[in-house]
């Protein structure tokens, strides 16, 4: 049966720390545009208060999340039980994304001690949250994080990293504006 909460609280929090990863789901206004769901792995989300989380944006192959979240700020975050009791927790919020180029970008980064970059962190207001059964949901054991996106980011000297991502994530699949240069903002 599912069941709506004020607030994460220890229990929630638990289980929200234990899931070695999590999906993230925005969308943008236009009917027309693209639902995008990615999955968020390492431990890469930070709870900064019972309404409150953070989670790096390590970037990929597109930057639809940042687009979407810049536009309109609507996202969830989706928690699914893969081991233990079944359980799927929902945080349905307001989203807002902080570039690592933007001055509020180091304080928040520092939530993330064990990782050198991240292309933004997406800070959430949470607006409700929920859980459902996940009867449905299989049973996995995990085994370990993969490496090969922290050596495909650190290896890199800074600005070429940097340069890189303003280049691969200027815009999202739709044409929304996603990482924009400090000069055109």
């Known amino acids: 049966m ?4 004020e607030r994460i609280d220890e229990t929630l929090a638990g289980f929200i720390k234990a899931q070695k990863m999590f999906f993230v789901a925005t969308a943008p ?3 027309e545009g693209s639902v995008n769901v990615s999955p968020k792995g390492y431990d890469s989300l930070a709870l900064i208060d019972e ?11 597109g930057a639809e999340t940042l687009a979407h979240v810049r536009e ?7 928690f699914c039980a893969f081991e233990g009791a079944a359980n799927i ?15 509020d970008f180091a304080e928040l ?21 929920a859980d ?20 495909h980011v650190d290896h890199r000297p800074f600005d070429e990293w940097a340069e890189r991502r303003y280049e691969a994530n200027a815009v999202s699949i739709d044409g929304l504006p996603a990482l924009v ?5």
């Open 89 to 103: 927790l929902r945080l349905y919020g307001r989203g807002r994304a902080v570039a690592f180029d933007e001055p």
């Open 181 to 185: 240069r400090p000069a055109q903002r």
């Open 109 to 129: 980064k520092a939530l993330f001690p064990t990782f050198e970059r991240a292309r933004a962190i997406v800070v959430v207001d949470i607006t409700r949250i």
């Open 51 to 61: 309404r409150t989380v953070a989670y790096l944006d390590l970037g990929g192959s």
């Open 132 to 151: 459902s059964c996940g009867w449905g949901v299989p049973i996995y054991e995990f085994k370990a994080e993969r490496e090969q996106l922290h050596r």
């Open 72 to 78: 309109n700020g609507r996202i969830t975050l989706m």
């Open 29 to 31: 206004l236009s009917g």
């Open 2 to 5: 599912s069941k709506t909460y």
